[in-house]
């Protein structure tokens, strides 16, 4: 896999608040964080730029509002901001998007002149999703991290509930299937920065 030498890595949401099962309920993908890990360790390691995102919520009773313990980025990816030497930015937001931020992503990425970018993080079916689509819309050639990222239960209209394994597959198929990014496993994404 090509990953250009300026590819940004786009980290969305690796907040703590996901940590509290008694609000979202059964998870998929128990390996997902390590994956996160790799990769902000392979960007660092090539002093490629990396995007920390952070979703500040509106929704009452959300542990992922502003002010709550669960608002903070998960230890290991706060540990890790401002240690790769590269450019780095930091975005904050209250929708799905990335790009729906503060500051302005698609700015910043046009300015640095990188066109590739690389999505992980929580959850797939929703931020992750949504701001690899966006990011195809915008024009940028996107690679999406699939084991990288991980989701929740959901139910939906007329009674419909989805398993997280499901709606998973189900992003990846409309990410790749409906061309608005290749999506990957980790590893692969890991030897194309390392050049292996």
């Not at 966006?134 to 398993?163: K, S």
């Amino acid at each position: 896999m090509e990953i250009t030498g300026n590819a940004a890595l786009i980290v969305v949401d690796v907040q703590k608040g996901f940590e509290e099962p008694g609000f979202w309920g059964p998870r998929n993908n128990p390996g997902a964080d390590g994956n996160i890990a790799s990769l902000i360790g392979a960007w660092q390691a090539t002093g490629r730029p990396v995007v920390f995102v952070r979703h500040d919520s509106v929704s009452p009773g959300s542990p992922l509002r502003p002010g709550q313990e669960g608002n903070g980025l998960k230890e290991y990816v706060e540990e890790r901001r401002g240690k790769g030497g590269a450019a780095e930015l930091f975005v904050t937001k209250s929708v799905n998007s990335a790009f729906y931020g503060t500051p302005d992503l698609d700015a910043w990425l046009r300015e640095a002149g990188i066109s590739q970018i690389v999505v992980a993080g929580i959850q797939t079916n929703q931020c992750a999703e949504t701001t690899a689509r966006m990011g195809g819309n915008l024009g940028y050639d996107v690679v999406f991290a699939w084991d990288a990222t991980y989701t929740f239960d959901l139910e939906g209209p007329f009674g419909w509930r989805l398993g997280a394994e499901e709606l998973a597959r189900a992003t990846a198929v409309s990410l790749h299937g409906g061309g608005f990014a290749k999506v990957v496993m980790t590893e692969e994404v890991v030897a194309g920065a390392l050049g292996g």
